[in-house]
């Protein structure tokens, strides 16, 4: 089985930081790109920023400047720095992830897989 798990969110004030983070686990054999999307209540989910496995970046035009995505591939982890936060970053953050899951010298599996969230409220 795959799971990600998120970490890392809480309560801030504007102007703030906070970091997030998200670890894969289980039977997972290569990962190509992690994401990191958000939902607001009454919005659709959408794309904060991803990471592919060679390190290109891509940002939503709301985020750039302000967030930054990182991974550790030996560790099947990816992070998302966020500073400077507004009101408007309030969100449940999710982890995405493109990943082949199986075992050493079997069938591998390519599927996209999502963490549970984790609830970002940035507020006076």
């Known amino acids: 089985q795959v799971q990600l798990v998120e970490s890392g969110g809480g309560l801030v004030q504007p102007g703030g930081s906070l970091r997030v983070s998200c670890a894969a686990s289980?039977?997972?054999?290569?990962?190509?790109?992690m994401g990191w999307y958000r939902q607001a209540p009454g919005k659709e989910r959408e794309l904060v920023a991803s990471i592919s496995s060679d390190g290109n970046t891509n940002y939503a035009d709301s985020v750039k400047g302000r967030f930054t995505i990182s991974r550790d591939n030996a560790n099947n982890m990816v992070y998302l720095q966020m500073n400077s936060l507004k009101p408007e970053d309030t969100a449940v953050y999710y982890c995405n992830a493109d990943l082949v899951r199986g075992k050493m010298g079997g069938m591998g599996y390519r599927e996209d897989y999502w963490g549970q969230g984790t609830q970002v409220t940035v507020s006076s």
């Open positions: 289980g039977n997972v054999l290569i990962i190509y790109a």
